[in-house]
T-cell receptor
Framework: DVKVTQSSRYLVKRTGEKVFLECVQD?????MFWYRQDPGLGLRLIYF???????EKGDIPEGYSVSREKKERFSLILESASTNQTSMYLC?????????????FGSGTQLSVL | SQQGEEDPQALSIQEGENATMNCSYK?????LQWYRQNSGRGLVHLIL???NEREKHSGRLRVTLDTSKKSSSLLITASRAADTASYFC??????????WGAGTKLIIKP
C-alpha cells in the first residue's frame, strides 16, 4: 500500500515564523499535492508538482512556497506564518498521467499559528 | 468556488440502516470521486465513476451518476460504526481541475 507520511501531526508556531511542512511518499508517485482544509470549505489546492523540480500554483498559493528536490519528497513552506494560515494541511500523491485520480493522502498536519 | 456540494451536511442513522448522501456539481465533468475522512485524519479514496458511467459498486458502496442532473449519490448499505466519518465528493472538470465539496458528516449510532 502507498504510504504518504507527513512529518508532524500537530504544530504550533508564532506569527512571523518560517514553517516547514514535510511530506514523503514511498511508492514512486510522480504527482504530489498540498491542500489546506478548513471547516465548511472542503479542500483547497495550494501547490502541486508533476515532477522533480517542477511546481505549479494551485488556487490559494499566496503566502506559501514549495520545494521538490527529490521525487518522493514535497515540502510546503510558510515564509512568514500568519494567524489566517491556521489550518489542517494535507499532502497527497498520485501516479501516472491521470494525476487527479485516486489520490493517496497523508494523515495531515494541524497547524496553529498564534 | 466549490463545484461539488454534498447534501446533507450531516446525517445520523442507526447501525444497520442504509446511508445515502448526494453531490451536485455545476459544470461538465470527466469523472467524480468519493473519499472518506475519519476524524482529523487524511482522506481515503473510495470509488471513481467516469462521466460515461451511470453506476458503480464496491463492496457495500454503490455510486450513481446522473450527468443530466449534474448529481451523484453514494449509498452505503448495512452501515457499521466504522463508517462514521466525513464523506467528500471531488469532480474533475473539463479543464482537468479537481474541485472538492465541503463534505457530509455521517454518524452511525450503535
Amino acid at each position: 500500500d502507498v504510504k504518504v507520511t507527513q512529518s508532524s501531526r500537530y504544530l504550533v508556531k508564532r506569527t512571523g515564523e518560517k514553517v516547514f511542512l514535510e511530506c514523503v511518499q514511498d511508492m514512486d508517485h510522480e504527482n504530489m499535492f498540498w491542500y489546506r482544509q478548513d471547516p465548511g470549505l472542503g479542500l483547497r489546492l495550494i501547490y502541486f508538482s508533476y515532477d522533480v523540480k517542477m511546481k505549479e500554483k494551485g488556487d490559494i498559493p499566496e503566502g506559501y512556497s514549495v520545494s521538490r528536490e527529490k521525487k518522493e519528497r514535497f515540502s510546503l513552506i510558510l515564509e512568514s506564518a500568519s494567524t489566517n494560515q491556521t489550518s489542517m494541511y494535507l499532502c497527497a500523491s498520485s501516479t501516472g498521467s491521470a494525476p487527479n485520480e485516486k489520490l493517496f493522502f497523508g494523515s495531515g498536519t494541524q497547524l496553529s499559528v498564534l | 468556488s466549490q463545484q461539488g456540494e454534498e447534501d446533507p451536511q450531516a446525517l445520523s442513522i442507526q447501525e444497520g440502516e442504509n446511508a445515502t448522501m448526494n453531490c451536485s456539481y455545476k459544470t461538465s465533468i470527466n469523472n467524480l470521486q468519493w473519499y472518506r475522512q475519519n476524524s482529523g485524519r487524511g482522506l481515503v479514496h473510495l470509488i471513481l465513476i467516469r462521466s460515461n458511467e451511470r453506476e458503480k459498486h464496491s463492496g457495500r458502496l454503490r455510486v450513481t451518476l446522473d450527468t443530466s442532473k449534474k448529481s451523484s449519490s453514494l449509498l452505503i448499505t448495512a452501515s457499521r460504526a466504522a463508517d462514521t466519518a466525513s464523506y467528500f465528493c471531488a469532480t474533475e472538470d473539463s479543464n482537468y481541475q479537481l474541485i472538492w465539496g465541503a463534505g457530509t458528516k455521517l454518524i452511525i449510532k450503535p
